[in-house]
């Protein structure tokens, strides 16, 4: 049974920090994508930073382009958003994601999320 849980979420300043954590079990983790989605209240789920299987390639939203940092351990089947720089509008639930596509499949894996809220 695939299982992502967050963690880290809580209540960040504007201009401070937090980190977010996503434990993953019940699948081979290395061979999947994983990434870091957010929705904010009213607002569609989007995109926040994708990394890719090994970890040489990362991919970010604008929104958070030069403050948000993805990386993983795959030896310890993690992944990790740290954000930094946090602005009012990062206030979403924040979700790990797990993705392998292959050519007749699509094999795609969502935590229960955490929620971050930006506010002084």
């Known amino acids: 049974q695939v299982q992502l849980e967050e963690s880290g979420g809580g209540l960040g300043q504007p201009g401070g920090s937090l980190r977010l954590s996503c434990a993953a079990s019940g699948y081979i983790f290395s061979i999947y994508a994983m990434g870091w989605y957010r929705q904010a209240p009213g607002k569609q789920r989007e995109l926040v930073a994708t990394?890719?299987?090994?970890?040489?390639?990362?991919n970010y939203a604008d929104s958070v382009m030069g403050r948000f940092t993805i990386s993983r351990d795959n030896a310890k089947k993690m992944v990790s958003l740290q954000m930094n720089s946090l602005k009012p509008e990062d206030t979403a639930v924040y979700y790990c994601?797990?993705?392998?596509?292959?050519?007749?499949?699509?094999?795609?894996?969502w935590g229960q999320g955490t929620q971050v809220t930006v506010s002084s």
């Open positions: 990394i890719t299987l090994g970890g040489g390639t990362t």
């Open positions: 994601n797990a993705r392998r596509v292959l050519p007749n499949s699509d094999y795609n894996y």
